[in-house]
C-alpha cells in the first residue's frame, strides 16, 4: 500500500521502529536516528538466554524507559512468530517491555504458535526443555501457547483483550501431497 502511495506523504506518516530479541546486536538500518546511538554504543537488551549475560537483568533501568524517543511513542507492534522463541520465564519481562514502548491505545498484533501445531507434534521428546517448550536444532526455542497464557500473559502486562483466537490452517505439500495442521 504504501508503494503505491504518494512516497513523499507516506514517508511523514509511519515512524519505524525495530526491537531485537536476539543475542547479537542488529544493524544500524534498524534503529531510528535517536536511538541508533543507544544500540550502538551499549550491548542492547537481552530477552533470549543462549548466551546468558549476568550483567543485563531484565528489571535493569537500560531498559526500553531509558530510549526516550521511543517510549510511549509507537501506534503498533507486531510479534509474528517472536514471542514463542522468547524463554517462558522472560516472556512477561519482554510483554512489559513492548507495553512501554505503545502509545495509549496503540496496538499489540501477535501471531505465533498454539497448541497442537503441526510444529509442536513433530518435535522429538528429548527437544522439550520445558512445559509446552521445546528447542529447536539451530538452539532457538519454541512455546506453544494456549489462548489462556496468551490472555494472562498480556492482561498481566496492562494490555487490554480486543479479539483473541486461534488462526488454524491446513496447508498441503504440492511435492508430497501431505497435509499440515498449523494452529
Known amino acids: 500500500m504504501i508503494e503505491v502511495s504518494n512516497m513523499d506523504s507516506a514517508a511523514h506518516c509511519f515512524h519505524l521502529f525495530h526491537c531485537d530479541f536476539s543475542t547479537n546486536g542488529f544493524s544500524k538500518w534498524l534503529a531510528c536516528d535517536s536511538c541508533q546511538g543507544n544500540f550502538l554504543q551499549k550491548q542492547h537488551y537481552q530477552f533470549s538466554d543462549a548466551e546468558e549475560n549476568k550483567d543485563t537483568s531484565l528489571n535493569n533501568s537500560s531498559s526500553l524507559e531509558e530510549r526516550k524517543c521511543c517510549t510511549g511513542g509507537v501506534d503498533f507492534i507486531t510479534l509474528i512468530f517472536t514471542l514463542s522463541a522468547v524463554p517462558l520465564h522472560r516472556m512477561p519481562s519482554a510483554i512489559r517491555e513492548c507495553f512501554s514502548v505503545l502509545k495509549p491505545g496503540g496496538l499489540l498484533l501477535l501471531r505465533d504458535y498454539g497448541l497442537y501445531d503441526m510444529t509442536l507434534l513433530r518435535f522429538e521428546p528429548d527437544k522439550r526443555v520445558g512445559f509446552r517448550e521445546y528447542m529447536r536444532s539451530d538452539g532457538t ?15 498481566g502486562s ?6 483473541l483466537e486461534y488462526c488454524c490452517v491446513k496447508s498441503t505439500n504440492r511435492r508430497t501431497g501431505k497435509s499440515m495442521h498449523r494452529v
Do not use: K, V
Not at 141 to 155: G, H, K, P, Q
Open 141 to 155: 526455542r519454541s512455546y506453544f501457547f494456549c489462548a489462556d497464557t496468551i490472555r494472562d500473559l498480556f492482561t
Open 158 to 163: 496492562g494490555f487490554n483483550e480486543l479479539e
